[in-house]
């Protein structure tokens, strides 16, 4: 455990984890009180779920009706009396949403286990942000309820409350835009001062805060050594390393990542979507068809949680004593599956699970010793042992908490918020940006593309196909670190010089040290488009003289921090002697190809 010191605010401050999963969602939340130790506590109640042991997560539903609008969240639109009316007039559901926000890079493991559509007219931006909203409802209701004067104490706190929004690895820049954007629409803020409150933690991070709240391989953490995260949730599994950076006299805790995160499209429903079609091929010819698509809910529900040995059958319950048919394996009213079948349909996410912390360990910085498994999945116990047993064969120990693996997500997103343990980070990629390169005729690479020179302002052969990666993948990032490269930019006339607008570009391949945009082409993207006004700079230029006439040029810097969770980029130049920046704004385009 971390001892926090005393809020040192004079104002009470209201800090909300909100994690949208692909099948469920948690809030947590911390009521900062000016001189008091801060707590950080789920929110447990949820409209029409049963309130019996206080559930910290709700269902990631939602129910459309003909028009568009939304007619029930969560728990709600599992109701029996909403599903027949929903079923009467033809709403439409949205389930996996989330998904389909994935960037292209992380795709689904199986062509027969596709993303269920979104209803008619709907965006996965739009259903995202109508579940905000309602999550910021359920909060707002929480929190009136459990505390004093709760109305207005909530119209005290709406307006500087920070939320932390959290998203799988895999997800970058875009993706956060979206959710940005999507937050903004649920009225989680207003306005572009309001957009600062909004912040995001990947879910592997926000599990490492779990961990260590919770003292979880604390020992490995505590020598030094390396620690791998592993967020096994619905649709997505997050593997993350670290290792502590702070020593034992630091006053404040510190770790860094020590390998590449990674995002595995290996989540649980896709556990349940292999044991639904096992379902349907043993009923297709029995009386029994119609009931799949419950016994496939029930096996999700429960069986697929207590599975725990290929030796034994995985019975689901779905009728009354009366059904039977031994022929199909109905028997009173349950459904036997053979244990070594059941195990079959995890054993694709356990490979994948295996094979990623493999590829952590080897690429890690530091040596690893340990393996934390939280999140929703990491309560299969099949998994649990299965994880556990491989990986004991290479020297790993695997832990996992003893309950609420469900809200390790959102408590751990405030504690990003709270305690910051996290101060340095991998890049995932390869980030820089087009440019000009001078031609080298003693370089066979560019001999190897003379027909591709040109003739810049100065006379210069020059080639315009080079890339200039600033930061490469692989390498560790404090989050204070600049990473900079310096451009010109040639003009006749210098009113083009005095807005620059730049290009910061994703490099997905292989190649360790990218060179040139015409070679994988389809492995560059555009991240993001970064602007400033140099008018007052541009104005001081002095003209030059090329072969062709008086030219101007410009010079500029790009820089880049990739040590928060969020990308900022600003370019910065000279005026008299003194370096200017631009806004630290990035323009997210959504990752579209070069």
Known sequence: MVARKPYAGTERKLILGLDLGTTFAGISYCLLDPGKIPQILPVTR??????????????????????????????????????????????QQATWFKLHMQPDAITVPRADTPIPPLPRNKTATSVFSDFLGYLLKCARTY?????????????????????????????????QAMMREAAKKAGLVRGMAGR?????????????????????????????????????????????????TSNADDEVTRFGEIARAECLMFGSVFVGRSARRCIEAKLRNSRYLADAEEIAQRFDESAKLKFRDTDQFSWIKFGSLRDSDEAFGIINGQMKLPGKEVAGFFQPSIDAIIAAIRRQKARSHAHITSVCLVGGFAA?????????????????????PDSNVNKAVSDGAVSFYLDHFVTARVAKDTYGTDCTVSYDA????????????????????????????????????????????????????????????VDILKYTGFELSPRWMDVDRDKYSKLCAIKADVTNAARNLRPRIGPSGVYYQSNFDVVLSFGLTELTAQLAWWEDGEEKRGEAEVIYDGGARV
């Open 380 to 400: 299969s116990e099949w998994l649990f042992s299965e994880v556990k047993r491989r990986l004991g064969e290479i020297g790993l120990d695997v832990s996992r």
């Open 442 to 501: 003693t370089d066979r690479e560019h001999r190897a593309r003379t027909k591709l020179t040109q003739v810049n302002l100065a006379g210069e052969r020059c080639l315009p196909v080079g890339f200039s990666a600033i930061l490469r993948r692989d390498v560790k990032v404090d989050e204070t670190k600049e990473f900079r490269a310096s451009f010109g930019r040639k003009a006749r006339d210098v009113t083009h010089l005095m807005d620059l607008e």
């Open 196 to 244: 600062k409150r909004i912040h995001f933690v990947t879910e592997g991070e926000a599990s490492l805060h779990y961990c260590i709240l919770n003292g979880l391989a604390s020992g490995p953490l505590d020598k030094g050594e390396g620690v791998i995260i592993v967020d096994a949730g619905g649709g997505t599994v997050d593997i993350s390393a670290y290792h502590k």
């Open 46 to 91: 949820f409209p029409s779920q049963p309130p019996i042991g206080g559930d910290s997560k709700v269902p990631s539903i939602v129910m459309y009706d003909g028009s568009g609008m939304a007619r029930a969240f969560g728990a709600e639109a599992l109701d029996e009396d909403v599903k027949q009316v929903a079923a009467r007039e033809g709403w």
């Open 143 to 175: 929190i009136t309820e459990h505390y004093p004067g709760g109305d207005a104490l909530w119209i005290t706190l709406e307006d500087t409350t920070e939320f932390i929004l959290t998203h799988p690895n895999g997800w970058g820049g875009s993706q």
